[in-house]
């Protein structure tokens, strides 16, 4: 997943990438080859309101707004 990968790292794009950044901590890959890059998922934090978008992506935070009001 493009998602696989620590704060501030590059997108994991192929199994490699993902056991380089997780070492020994996950059971099993299911090794796709080599994804496309994408813009990930926004992230929200939901523990207090305000909401607070924490990371932009796939979703603009234009079209999030309405709801997290």
Same mark, same amino acid.
């Given at each position: 997943? $493009?998602?696989?990968?620590?704060? &501030?790292?590059?997108?994991?794009?192929? =199994?490699?990438?993902?056991?380089?950044?997780?070492?020994?901590?996950?059971?099993?890959?299911?090794?796709?080859? $080599?994804?496309?890059?994408?813009? &990930?998922?926004?992230?929200?934090?939901? =523990?207090?309101?305000?909401?607070?978008?924490?990371?932009?992506?796939?979703?603009?935070?234009?079209?999030?707004?309405?709801?997290?009001?």
């Amino acid at each position: 997943s $493009t998602n696989a990968n620590m704060q &501030g790292y590059r997108s994991a794009l192929n =199994s490699e990438s993902i056991s380089a950044y997780f070492n020994d901590r996950i059971d099993l890959v299911f090794d796709q080859g $080599t994804l496309h890059h994408s813009p &990930g998922s926004t992230v929200i934090d939901i =523990s207090q309101q305000p909401f607070k978008i924490i990371r932009a992506g796939a979703i603009s935070s234009a079209k999030l707004l309405p709801y997290l009001e």
